[in-house]
């Protein structure tokens, strides 16, 4: 293998420095050749490739330590540490860290990083490249300048070219110049990008993304909207499958989807009904099979022209899942074989609606959907009777149903979402408990009776829900304090399920608070050979009532819940939050 001489600063890479630069010096670690070589006797032995797609699961932050285990497999992650890389350079950055160096010094760091990272073989490991202004999951509300640092800038443009390799990019606020339109026309194999622009950004911005683009998706409430002078253009329309677009950036990719000419799916905010350009960017993506329309914070504060009542039949024809406000549903559903429905728009329980509301919507649009959607997904206070009856009548082909299962806490930060499949140990089964599956056993606890509808076959329900007990403590694994937490979490859960549907209540063990732990349960409908051939089985899954057309269903229950928890600005940094907040569900 060919040397290279880089030279780097004193304080560039001062811990890492010395085994990285060893590791390139260095052939990959092989079997001496007169040894035989046998099918593999250890993990270890396993392929580079087997190991790399293994790894592929394996989190950032959790890489450093496993290329610290032994020399083979610091091999095989050493250039995964690499693969993304994340720049702060702006002014206000270099202020809210606080670091033990001037200003110059800190953009000098900037660029030797750049040059170090885009020089062979560096260029191409480099896989996804961040430039933000605050870390990940940081709570930037506070602050809407964000002075970039031209320098900087200037060598990360020079330098995109060189990463042959890059598949996501994340570029927030730059200098909109012929520097970055010449850089970002040269990016060949992009997958995803991330932009978000200022108010003064101006020129036509030449978009490389070959899946995904996605335009001032942000969470802050104080934004502003790019100029009218401020526009894009795609260099691979008919490659874009997935267009996303907060508040601040929907209309301008309204206006640039006229020029476009495939995508799959818009994801973009409510505010793109009232567009003047809806009907020409809609006629632009004529095999569109997928719509979401979000809400912010912003939309109660602005009122856009009125919503039309429909569309015509020749606009998107291939639709077939909306995700929504429900009233916004009998807009897009008309002549079109949806075949999913979320209707809601936002992770907030305050955007949940009542009942009634959502009852007249689901009437209105049996009469233009007929028998076909399979999933429906409702944001809902409660689910009472009356809809239930109105679910089960007007969508027989149902197949799964989720209730309030996007339901967040509001916090800032990244959300890891984890699913508890059983309890930490197996229970005794009572001695009369009937339909004991036999084969491969199962703990009793992840089963749940439910009375159905004989009419509505759901082979999957998602119920959003407060729950007590937590899915893990701060105190040990084995503790009684551990288990009793966990005892508690699956008990609520198994009551919440078991109650539905008439006795559904989503906040029946906590207040409804958006602060408080959401979770997920989620009930899946038991095959009939998982049960022991006695008839039993049969008879669990067919169990009908003889006053109401009604049959008892078994499935196996699962938890979901979210860990939460921010991003820092060193690559794979994880700070935990207060443990007020800690355990927060979806």
């Not at 490389?208 to 802050?220: D, G, H, V």
């Not at 799916?265 to 979000?294: E, I, Y």
């Not at 995700?323 to 897009?332: M, R, S, T, V």
């Not at 919440?496 to 979770?519: E, I, K, Q």
Request: proline share 8%; with cysteine.
């Amino acid at each position: 293998m060919t040397l290279m001489t880089v030279v780097l600063p004193v304080r560039s890479v001062r811990k890492k420095s010395s085994g990285f630069l060893k590791f390139w010096k260095s052939p990959a670690p092989e079997s001496p050749s007169n040894i035989e070589i046998h099918p593999a006797q250890t993990v270890l032995d396993l392929p580079t490739e087997i190991w790399l797609d293994i790894l592929s699961y394996v989190p950032e932050h959790s890489l450093d330590a496993l290329s610290r285990t032994c020399n083979r497999l610091r091999w095989i992650t050493l250039p995964l540490l690499f693969r993304s890389q994340l720049f702060f350079p702006f002014l206000e950055t270099f202020t809210f860290r606080r670091l033990d160096r001037t200003f110059n010094e800190y953009q000098e760091r900037i660029n030797q990083r750049v040059s170090f990272m885009s020089s062979a073989p560096m260029a191409g490991i480099i896989q996804e490249l961040h430039i933000l202004y605050y870390g990940p999951g940081y709570n930037r509300r506070h602050n809407v300048t964000h002075t970039p640092m031209e320098g900087g800038f200037d060598a990360l443009f020079s330098a995109l070219p060189n990463f042959q390799h890059l598949t996501k990019l994340i570029l927030q606020y730059p200098s909109c110049n012929d520097a970055l339109f010449g850089a970002l026309k040269q990016l060949q194999h992009l997958l995803s990008f991330e932009l978000e622009v200022s108010s003064a950004a101006s020129g036509t911005i030449p978009i490389p993304a070959q899946k995904e683009f996605i335009l001032n998706r942000t969470y802050s409430p104080i934004k502003l909207f790019p100029s009218d002078e401020f526009s894009l253009y795609f260099l691979f329309p008919a490659q874009l499958e997935v267009l996303v677009a907060g508040f601040t950036g929907t209309e301008t990719i309204a206006r640039a989807l006229n020029l476009t000419h495939e995508n799959a799916t818009l994801d973009l905010a409510v505010r793109f009904v009232a567009s003047p350009h809806l009907h020409g960017a809609l006629a632009a993506c004529p095999n569109l099979t997928s719509l979401r329309l979000r809400s912010s914070a912003l939309d109660g504060h602005v009122s856009p022209t009125p919503a039309p009542s429909h569309l015509p039949a020749t606009l998107i024809p291939h639709l077939t899942s909306f995700h929504g406000p429900p009233d916004f549903a009998l807009i897009f559903s008309p002549h079109r074989t949806l075949r999913a429905l979320r209707l809601w728009s936002s992770h907030s329980v305050s955007s949940v609606s009542a009942p009634w509301l959502v009852h007249g919507i689901l009437s209105q649009l049996s009469m233009s959907m007929g028998l076909r959607l399979t999933s429906l997904d409702l944001g809902v206070t409660l689910l009472p009777h009356s809809l239930f009856a109105a679910i089960r009548d007007v969508f027989p082909s149902l197949e799964r149903l989720a209730v309030n299962a996007h339901l967040d806490s509001f916090h800032p930060g990244t959300v890891v979402r984890h699913t508890l499949h059983a309890p930490p140990s197996p229970p005794s089964i009572p001695a009369d408990a009937k339909f004991e599956p036999t084969g491969n056993r199962l703990p009793a606890e992840m089963y749940v009776n439910l009375r159905l509808p004989a009419s509505l076959r759901i082979h999957s329900l998602r119920l959003g829900t407060q729950l007590a007990g937590a899915p893990d403590t701060d105190t040990d694994a084995d503790s009684p304090d551990h288990n009793s937490e966990l005892a508690t979490l699956w008990e609520s859960a198994k009551e919440v399920m078991g109650a539905f549907p008439n006795g559904y209540d989503p906040t029946s063990w906590r207040r409804w608070l958006v602060d408080r732990p959401w979770y997920v349960v989620e009930w899946n409908r038991v095959e009939e050979e998982k049960f022991d051939s006695d008839g039993q089985g049969e008879e669990a899954r067919h169990g009908k009532d003889e006053e109401e057309d009604t049959e008892v269903v078994r499935g196996r229950i699962s938890i979901e819940y979210g860990e939460h928890f921010f991003q820092g600005f060193q690559r794979g940094m994880r700070i935990a939050p207060p443990r007020a907040v800690r355990g927060f569900g979806i």
